[in-house]
């Protein structure tokens, strides 16, 4: 079903920055973002000319109401970008960026010495602006069950800093007024 241009004018957008967390393994690194209510089709990983990982994403909300969201992320020169593959379980994106063997960094080393050599002779190379990666529906199952836990845990410690902090601030605040207030009374 195609939605008339005209619909889209209607929309309302409401922009959000997702939580997320860089997992760091001997083989490869995953980056995992909570999207609550987000499904695999509402949702594009792009990786942009200058190496840039772009994840966006826009559902509806209610009525003519969106949620949306853009994350940009640089991906480590050290895993290989062909290889990038997302999976989506239990609201959590999971983008899985395997590493380079020893052999492909030596080769793209002398892959980009060549080319400089190239540019100095005068020779223009082409790059593609964008490369969509599509999700793997056999990934589903690898995500770990506690990645939804493991967020809102740490979602939790974040509120309880926040409330020690302004709590803190309060008693401190306080303080200053009644010592203020003794020295201009006495």
């Not at 209610?62 to 991906?75: M, Q």
Request: aromatic share 8%; charged share 35%.
């Amino acid at each position: 079903m195609e939605i008339p241009k005209h619909a889209h004018a209607n929309r309302s957008y409401e922009d959000f920055d997702p939580l997320f967390v860089w997992r760091r393994e001997e083989g490869r690194d995953t980056l995992e973002l909570h999207l609550p209510g987000f499904k695999r089709d509402q949702i594009r990983i792009q990786i942009n000319h200058v190496g840039l990982l772009i994840i966006t994403g826009e559902r509806p909300s209610e009525g003519n109401r969106w949620k949306r969201f853009k994350k940009e992320f640089e991906i480590p020169s050290y895993c290989n970008d062909d290889a990038i593959h997302g999976n989506m379980m239990q609201s959590i994106l999971s983008v899985v960026m395997p590493k380079k063997s020893p052999l492909i960094l030596h080769e793209e080393q002398e892959m980009k010495e060549e080319k400089r050599g190239n540019k100095r002779k005068g020779e223009i190379s082409e790059e593609n602006d964008m490369e969509e990666y599509q999700f793997e529906e056999d990934d589903d199952k690898r995500v770990a069950q506690e990645t939804t836990r493991d967020v809102a845990l740490k979602f939790m410690l974040v509120m309880v800093l926040i409330l020690v902090a302004a709590s803190y601030i309060s008693d401190v605040s306080k303080s200053l007024m009644a010592q203020a207030h003794s020295y201009f009374h006495n």
